[in-house]
């Protein structure tokens, strides 16, 4: 089969009309200015089809088709043409594998310019087709299926993506070289948005995915130089097996992993990032601006051992579980370091019963906030860990016991104990029952007036022993009245 090529879909508010022109030559047909209203079809017949340097433009209500029935066609363009506009659509049609479209020209897609919705025009749908200078541009509707491009750039916003068995190799990165960047219609951001990016490989740039529903699963992206090999920002994903996002494997990678954002529902396993190697291997987790797992009654584990680099980690109704022992949780997986730290979040949002985090034998490079309801608290449990900010937490039950921490700060606390923990200060306010346990403890110096170990309850107890402070002492304050409301 000859090359078969589809170039770039390049985003602009500027579309140049001329009359349409269509003559056949020796060597093809030469093609120009706008197409008319319909459907125009191209053909083997007719092929190869020069568009000149002006362009051809696919105005709003027109349909470019792509037929291969008589067998392949290819569409190529003066040396630094305008190519393609397409504001209507453009498809193939009665493509197999080795029967397609050859279109090397560029194409630019977006809807009818002074629309109110700029998207609401223009759609391609490819398949069995090459393309050599990309996809971009805004677009309703994308449908790429079985195309193989090299040397292109991809950066479309839709608000309907399907990307299939594709091949992409782009051998430079960057907004204005290449990358492969699906995005929602984020200037008219809709829950009705969707990307599928399903069994593809892409060689040399990462993968940009924004959705508010997305597919991502059994995609191969290899060498790419610096950034995640994938990095995704979603509304509604699942990770794990059978998953959303699954599946994605990588070779080659600065960062062998994903990249993730947003909020991810349900249960999953937190996957570590492995070393670059030649060999293909499952992409790991990474968040350096923030994931949440919503539940209810979702968990999130962490198996022995596992680094896990996230900027911010949130559990909303869920539980973070690294009880299995020897986890760390640090803001970025660089060398050196950057200058950040992690944050580590729980919360308890309408229609959930639980939320909190277990951390055994574990260390956190940043700080711990849970908060639950005045009816459900949330849980904090952490043993022999080392957290070198601090723990605030609110309406949350809260055991500490053989840890370093930054500081523990308690507010609307449920039972509380903190033991043998080193800490500059550790408070505590029950909650009305809440009891409260500070014993073994090596607090102070700190830099606030306040005693360093401060406990107060209500109608709970509170139990003071064996602590060594340092600073302006210890205070308690038991058989608290609350203020009439």
Same mark, same amino acid.
């Given at each position: 089969?000859?090359r078969?090529?589809?170039?770039g $879909?390049?985003a602009? !508010?500027?579309? /140049?009309?001329?009359?349409?022109a269509?003559?056949?030559?020796?060597?093809?047909t030469?093609v120009?200015?706008?197409?008319?209203?319909?459907?125009?079809?191209?053909?083997a017949?007719g092929?190869?089809y020069q568009?000149c340097?002006a362009?051809?433009?696919?105005?709003?209500?027109?349909?470019?088709?792509?037929?291969?029935?008589?067998?392949?066609v290819?569409?190529?363009?003066?040396?630094?043409?305008y190519?393609?506009? /397409?504001?209507?659509?453009?498809?193939?049609?009665n *493509?197999?594998?080795?029967?397609?479209?050859?279109?090397?020209?560029?194409?630019r897609v977006?809807?009818?310019?002074?629309?109110?919705n700029?998207?609401?025009?223009?759609?391609?749908d490819?398949?069995?087709?090459?393309?050599?200078?990309? +996809?971009?541009?805004? +677009?309703?509707s994308? +449908?790429l299926?079985?195309?193989?491009s090299?040397?292109?750039?991809?950066w &479309?916003?839709?608000?309907?993506?399907?990307?299939?068995?594709s091949?992409?190799?782009?051998?430079?990165?960057?907004?204005?070289?290449?990358?492969?960047v699906?995005?929602d219609?984020?200037?008219?951001?809709?829950?009705?948005?969707?990307?599928?990016?399903?069994?593809?490989e892409v060689?040399?740039c990462?993968?940009?995915?924004?959705?508010?529903?997305? %597919?991502?699963?059994?995609?191969?992206?290899?060498?790419?130089?610096?950034?995640?090999?994938?990095n995704?920002?979603?509304?509604?994903? *699942? $990770?794990?097996?059978?998953?959303?996002v699954? !599946?994605n494997?990588?070779?080659?990678?600065?960062?062998?992993?994903?990249?993730?954002?947003?909020?991810e529902q349900?249960?999953?396993?937190?996957?570590?990032?492995?070393?670059t190697?030649?060999?293909?291997?499952?992409l790991g987790?990474l968040?350096?601006?923030?994931?949440?797992?919503?539940?209810?009654?979702?968990?999130?584990?962490?198996?022995?051992? =596992?680094?896990?680099?996230?900027?911010q980690?949130?559990?909303?109704?869920? &539980?973070?579980?690294?009880?299995?022992?020897?986890a760390?949780?640090?803001?970025?997986?660089?060398?050196?370091? /950057?200058?950040?730290?992690?944050?580590?979040?729980?919360?308890?949002?309408?229609?959930?019963?639980?939320?909190?985090?277990?951390?055994?034998n574990?260390?956190?490079?940043?700080?711990?906030?849970?908060?639950?309801?005045?009816?459900?608290?949330? *849980?904090?449990d952490?043993?022999?860990?080392t957290?070198?900010?601090?723990?605030?937490?609110?309406?949350t039950?809260?055991h500490?016991?053989?840890?370093? +921490?930054?500081?523990?700060?308690?507010?609307?606390?449920?039972d509380?104990?903190v033991?043998?923990?080193?800490?500059?200060? &550790?408070?505590?306010?029950?909650a009305n029952?809440?009891?409260?346990?500070?014993?073994?403890?090596?607090?102070?110096?700190?830099?606030?007036?306040d005693?360093?170990?401060?406990?107060? =309850?209500?109608?709970?107890?509170?139990?003071?022993?064996?602590n *060594?402070?340092?600073?302006?002492?210890?205070?308690?304050? %038991?058989? $608290?009245?609350r203020?009439?409301?």
């Amino acid at each position: 089969m000859g090359r078969r090529v589809l170039c770039g $879909l390049l985003a602009t !508010g500027l579309v /140049v009309f001329f009359a349409p022109a269509a003559a056949r030559a020796a060597t093809g047909t030469a093609v120009c200015g706008q197409l008319p209203a319909g459907v125009t079809t191209w053909t083997a017949l007719g092929s190869p089809y020069q568009i000149c340097g002006a362009g051809v433009t696919v105005p709003s209500g027109s349909t470019l088709r792509i037929d291969a029935l008589a067998g392949e066609v290819d569409v190529t363009q003066v040396a630094n043409g305008y190519g393609l506009t /397409v504001v209507g659509a453009i498809e193939t049609a009665n *493509t197999l594998t080795g029967r397609g479209a050859v279109l090397d020209t560029p194409i630019r897609v977006h809807g009818a310019a002074g629309t109110a919705n700029y998207y609401a025009a223009g759609s391609v749908d490819l398949s069995d087709a090459e393309l050599a200078g990309g +996809v971009s541009g805004q +677009v309703d509707s994308l +449908v790429l299926s079985r195309v193989h491009s090299d040397g292109a750039m991809y950066w &479309i916003s839709a608000k309907s993506s399907s990307v299939t068995d594709s091949t992409f190799v782009l051998p430079t990165c960057g907004h204005s070289a290449g990358e492969f960047v699906l995005n929602d219609a984020v200037t008219q951001p809709s829950q009705d948005d969707t990307v599928s990016f399903v069994g593809n490989e892409v060689h040399g740039c990462a993968v940009w995915i924004q959705s508010a529903d997305l %597919t991502v699963s059994n995609n191969r992206v290899d060498d790419v130089p610096a950034d995640p090999a994938i990095n995704i920002a979603g509304d509604h994903y *699942t $990770l794990g097996v059978g998953g959303s996002v699954s !599946g994605n494997t990588g070779a080659n990678d600065a960062i062998t992993a994903m990249n993730l954002f947003g909020e991810e529902q349900g249960s999953f396993t937190w996957r570590g990032i492995p070393d670059t190697s030649d060999a293909e291997q499952p992409l790991g987790d990474l968040s350096t601006n923030g994931l949440t797992a919503q539940g209810p009654a979702a968990v999130v584990t962490v198996p022995a051992g =596992t680094a896990v680099y996230a900027g911010q980690l949130g559990m909303a109704g869920a &539980i973070l579980d690294a009880s299995a022992g020897g986890a760390r949780f640090e803001c970025r997986p660089q060398s050196p370091p /950057v200058a950040c730290h992690t944050r580590l979040t729980v919360g308890m949002p309408a229609g959930t019963d639980q939320a909190g985090l277990r951390i055994n034998n574990g260390y956190v490079d940043g700080t711990i906030d849970a908060t639950g309801t005045a009816t459900t608290a949330a *849980t904090v449990d952490i043993n022999d860990s080392t957290v070198t900010g601090g723990i605030s937490t609110s309406n949350t039950s809260m055991h500490i016991d053989g840890s370093t +921490v930054g500081a523990v700060w308690a507010t609307d606390a449920g039972d509380t104990t903190v033991a043998n923990t080193t800490a500059p200060s &550790i408070y505590a306010i029950a909650a009305n029952s809440g009891n409260i346990t500070f014993s073994g403890d090596t607090v102070g110096p700190t830099q606030w007036a306040d005693p360093p170990l401060n406990a107060n =309850t209500w109608s709970g107890t509170a139990v003071i022993t064996d602590n *060594t402070v340092y600073g302006a002492g210890v205070a308690v304050h %038991t058989g $608290l009245v609350r203020p009439a409301v």
